[in-house]
T-cell receptor, first 114, second 114 residues
Framework: DTGVSQDPRHKITKRGQNVTFRCDPISEHNRLYWYRQTLGQGPEFLTYFQNEAQLEKSRLLSDRFSAERPKGSFSTLEIQRTEQGDSAMYLC????????????FGSGTRLTVV | AQSVTQLGSHVSVSEGALVLLRCNYSSSVPPYLFWYVQYPNQGLQLLLKYTTGATLVKGINGFEAEFKKSETSFHLTKPSAHMSDAAEYFCAVSDHTNAGKSTFGDGTTLTVKP
């Protein structure tokens, strides 16, 4: 198993454009999480899936953000009409259903909105 | 609701000296506690975790942490710092009633001086 993969590693986009990120979790992991991390801060929860069902979404997540996990495998996070405040590292993590195993993180996608 | 406070955003030690990174948590139910390490431009890697049982837990790279319920603390220690330990460290809390969602502290950057 190659761990959690995220693509792309870096994305520079102009304000107002749409972007989509992909995350491939560890295949045995039922749960998939998206977090956002800005400089000097810890990861901030955005949303999570158990298999293909999106079970929770942070109140911080505006309507411009949407995430999917079709067939319970890979996941995509889309940001529409990007704003400069969206610039951050977007982290994907996966875990087994039992939360006490902790997360396996991907390397993240760094988004810069210019 | 859960929260994590990491005391000291920057800690500097000499190579060979004791490392102590402080973490205090708040949780309304028995917590699961984690320490993660993050190297530049990478995702987070699990160092160690406390779920139940022995309150002194050992992790990778010679790190250990002790869960102290009375102090709501989970401080991370290493007897002798190595240059390769320089990184950012995050403490996280989750509970078994919250679907394994973790709340992270803002991190502590560890610098190791030769």
């Amino acid at each position: 198993d190659t761990g959690v993969s995220q693509d792309p590693r870096h994305k520079i986009t102009k304000r107002g454009q749409n972007v989509t990120f992909r995350c491939d979790p560890i295949s045995e992991h039922n749960r998939l999480y998206w977090y956002r991390q800005t400089l000097g801060q810890g990861p901030e929860f955005l949303t999570y899936f158990q298999n293909e069902a999106q079970l929770e979404k942070s109140r911080l997540l505006s309507d411009r953000f949407s995430a999917e996990r079709p067939k319970g495998s890979f996941s995509t996070l889309e940001i529409q009409r990007t704003e400069q405040g969206d610039s951050a590292m977007y982290l994907c993590a996966s875990s087994l259903v039992q939360g006490y195993y902790g997360y396996t993180f991907g390397s993240g996608t760094r988004l810069t909105v210019v | 609701a859960q929260s994590v406070t990491q005391l000291g955003s920057h800690v500097s030690v000499s190579e060979g000296a004791l490392v102590l990174l402080r973490c205090n948590y708040s949780s309304s139910v028995p917590p699961y506690l984690f320490w993660y390490v993050q190297y530049p431009n990478q995702g987070l890697q699990l160092l160690l975790k406390y779920t139940t049982g022995a309150t002194l837990v050992k992790g990778i790279n010679g790190f250990e942490a002790e869960f102290k319920k009375s102090e709501t603390s989970f401080h991370l220690t290493k007897p002798s710092a190595h240059m390769s330990d320089a990184a950012e460290y995050f403490c996280a809390v989750s509970d078994h009633t919250n679907a394994g969602k973790s709340t992270f502290g803002d991190g502590t950057t560890l610098t190791v001086k030769p």
